[in-house]
């Protein structure tokens, strides 16, 4: 069997149609996508001669509109907060309208989350290629930024993501994809499933989760880079601080690396990407789940710049210059224990 992609309708936004993606592999394996927020909806591979979804989705478009995790989506300008919603850029100050507190989210209430995409693809291609594009005048960011999200599906089950920008103004730039995973299905806990980190070392925050500036050495309860289960790390979790689940960002330590992997009984995905930061979240989407506290059906892994980088010096660079084009990719790839 050769590759193939095809779509169907996935509801309407804004009065345009919303497309699903189907990316089909030799192996059977299937990349999902919505035009909708250039939405990661669905990883599934084949396990034991039966399908396996990896990705955590929802079954209808006004789900995705109504949540406000974010699953799935394409997020940004700029991924995470920036403090006080606010930056320097060439020795001019801009301020934006805060929709966290008082500080800027996922590039506030006009980010790539909330844009149908233009999809375009080749039928026996491996790529799904989604463009769109922000204007200053909506969002308040310097420059108008033409943004082209691309998911591929290889042979041998990686999942690729490529952002590509193009500014007319100096600007910032660092989107990722707001990922849910669970490599056993979304009805089921991922408390069992351990998790690689390959870092030594976190982004301090303050109350409101903004960086602080600095970092620092994790104690047990956040040292994933044995790749312990997470169920014994969020007892560690509970015992040290009373806390009953993660919301950290890991600095990556050596993006030569993998910066690290979920694995399941069956096999394991391995994240890599040409950035420095790792942001993880234990979250339950669906409020409708029955769930006691410490209990998850998903883990957010957000593969990113450090966020807020563009106020605290060593966080890395996210200024995208005008006409001057820049791309990041981040790869997941599945590795089922056949195989491996």
């Not at 804004?14 to 394996?29: D, F």
């Not at 989210?105 to 790529?127: A, E, I, K, V, W």
């Not at 600007?171 to 069992?192: E, K, M, Q, R, W």
């Not at 966020?307 to 791309?327: C, E, K, Q, S, Y």
Request: with cysteine; charged share 15%.
């Amino acid at each position: 069997m050769r590759r193939t992609i095809s779509k169907v309708p996935f509801g309407s936004y804004q009065g345009e149609p919303v497309w699903r993606y189907t990316i089909e592999n030799a192996r059977h394996s299937q990349l999902q996508v919505l035009s909708y927020a250039a939405t990661w909806y669905d990883f599934i591979v084949q396990v034991d001669g039966q399908p396996q979804s990896l990705v955590w989705h929802f079954e209808t478009l006004d789900d995705y509109l109504k949540t406000p995790y974010q699953v799935g989506k394409t997020i940004g300008r700029v991924a995470g907060r920036i403090g006080h919603a606010q930056f320097k850029l060439h020795d001019q100050t801009y301020r934006l309208p805060p929709n966290d507190g008082q500080h800027l989210l996922h590039g506030g209430d006009h980010g790539l989350q909330t844009h149908n995409f233009d999809g375009h693809f080749d039928p026996t291609g491996d790529t799904v290629t989604l463009t769109t594009t922000l204007l200053s005048t909506e969002d308040g960011f310097p420059g108008d930024l033409k943004v082209t999200v691309s998911y591929r599906l290889t042979t041998d089950d990686t999942v690729q993501i490529t952002y590509h920008g193009v500014t007319s103004a100096d600007t910032l730039f660092d989107p990722t994809c707001h990922v849910y995973f669970n490599l056993n299905g979304g009805a089921a806990l991922i408390n069992s499933q351990q998790l690689g980190i390959n870092s030594t070392k976190l982004v301090h925050t303050d109350q409101d989760k903004v960086p602080t500036g600095v970092f620092y050495v994790p104690s047990p309860a956040y040292d994933f880079r044995a790749q312990p289960v997470i169920q014994a790390q969020l007892d560690r979790l509970s015992q040290e601080t009373g806390q009953l689940g993660y919301d950290d960002c890991y600095v990556i330590d050596h993006q030569s690396e993998p910066a690290g992997r979920l694995v399941a009984a069956h096999g394991q995905l391995i994240f890599n990407t040409d950035r420095n930061g790792m942001v993880i979240f234990t979250a339950n989407p669906d409020h409708g789940q029955a769930t006691t506290a410490g209990k998850y059906h998903a883990l957010a892994v957000e593969l990113q710049t450090l966020p807020d980088a563009i106020n605290h010096h060593g966080f890395g660079d996210p200024i995208l210059r005008a006409d001057t084009p820049r791309t990041f990719i981040n790869q997941y790839r599945y590795v089922g224990n056949q195989t491996r």
